[in-house]
């Protein structure tokens, strides 16, 4: 039992990464990274070509690592819904789309002659979130290029088999015909107000309305010209309280707590752990603020002291997906570890 061992595969549409995953040890090593083979790569290639050309790389990497890993079983973290039986319905960021559905993980066991998992990067990740001691329901949001949630409760991800379930990114906030942009097309989505790109761009506007304002902020001392402004920049002036930033970023943060009030009213989760690039970059300002606007806006039921004790940073690093794969399927099959 001490040397079962997974591979664990974080597949994004920028990154594709395996890992070792030790169960007695419960951490990831042998972390390798590549850029994943899909449209980013290959822009112009049909939805189909491009499906054929990640499968193709995922098997072939997961192969070698499973032979240098010694694994038992292959699990992946995918950024897309996913059914219960492990067929990919879309994956804008990784093969663009619409396209056939995929079914990933009958072929790939086909291929590695192994059990494989395929599940939806952030249900993976919720699994490094779960404390067998603590049986209180929870909800994992990420708030990076884009904004995504699974809930956790009485032992598994709120999902329906389809995969439906834990996109809080394309809630509509905002129905007016000229609302923001949202990266699926739509507009209005929380997603396209409350991420990190979301955030960038609510920073840009607030520059271009007021030039006088953003002169005067410390966003300005990096990026005279606001169409340079990076989020390097807008996480450094938010960490330091910048006024300016502050009042950009808050929209998306209202958008954000709105959101998360709705999920406490209809289903009383009363945990709120946050991930993602954006979120963690900010750090314990990003909590604060999301925390000052719930206690404004008010969660039905409970005291300003409760609300302050329902949001909470995650892991300051970005191995949650592979992290909680390994745990997932560590949990789900038993059977595949050495006796």
């Given at each position: 039992m001490s040397d079962a061992a997974f591979t664990v595969i974080d597949l994004g549409g920028t990154t594709l990464r395996t890992a070792r995953y030790g169960v007695s040890e419960d951490a990831v090593t042998d972390v390798r990274r590549v850029p994943t083979d899909g449209i980013a790569a290959h822009p112009d290639l049909p939805v189909a070509q491009l499906q054929a050309r990640v499968l193709d790389q995922v098997a072939a990497l997961a192969a070698e690592a499973v032979e240098r890993h010694g694994s038992s079983a292959v699990a992946i973290a995918f950024a897309g819904p996913v059914t219960a039986d492990g067929r990919a319905l879309a994956a804008p960021t990784v093969w663009g789309g619409p396209g056939e559905q995929l079914p990933v993980r009958r072929q790939l066991e086909e291929r590695l002659g192994l059990p494989v998992v395929v599940v939806n990067d952030l249900t993976a990740a919720v699994w490094r979130y779960v404390d067998p001691a603590d049986e209180r329901p929870f909800c994992l949001i990420t708030v990076s290029s884009g904004i995504g949630n699974k809930?956790?409760?009485?032992?598994?991800?709120?999902?329906?088999?389809?995969?439906?379930?834990?996109?809080?990114?394309?809630?509509?906030?905002?129905?007016?015909?000229?609302?923001?942009?949202?990266?699926?097309?739509?507009?209005?989505?929380?997603?396209?107000?409350?991420?990190?790109?979301?955030?960038?761009?609510?920073?840009?506007?607030?520059?271009?309305?007021?030039?006088?304002?953003?002169?005067?902020?410390?966003?300005?001392?990096?990026?005279?010209?606001?169409?340079?402004?990076?989020?390097?920049?807008?996480?450094?002036?938010?960490r330091t309280g910048d006024a300016f930033a502050t009042d950009a970023l808050r929209p998306g943060i209202t958008a954000l707590a709105s959101a998360i009030t709705a999920v406490f009213t209809a289903i009383g989760i009363r945990r709120y752990v946050l991930i993602g690039g954006f979120a963690l970059a900010v750090g314990p300002r990003y909590a604060e603020l999301l925390t000052a606007e719930l206690e404004r806006l008010g969660c039905f039921g409970l005291t300003p002291e409760e609300i302050r004790d329902t949001v909470v940073l995650g892991a300051a690093d970005d191995d949650s997906g592979l992290i909680g794969a390994g745990r997932l399927l560590a949990a789900r099959r038993p059977a595949a570890l050495p006796v």
């Open positions: 809930v956790f409760r009485h032992g598994e991800v709120l999902l329906d088999t389809e995969g439906h379930g834990g996109e809080l990114g394309h809630w509509t906030v905002d129905p007016s015909p000229d609302a923001a942009p949202c990266d699926c097309g739509g507009r209005g989505h929380l997603g396209a107000l409350a991420s990190g790109r979301g955030a960038l761009a609510a920073a840009r506007r607030a520059a271009r309305a007021d030039p006088d304002g953003y002169a005067r902020s410390a966003l300005a001392a990096t990026a005279p010209d606001p169409e340079q402004l990076d989020n390097h920049a807008l996480v450094a002036a938010l």
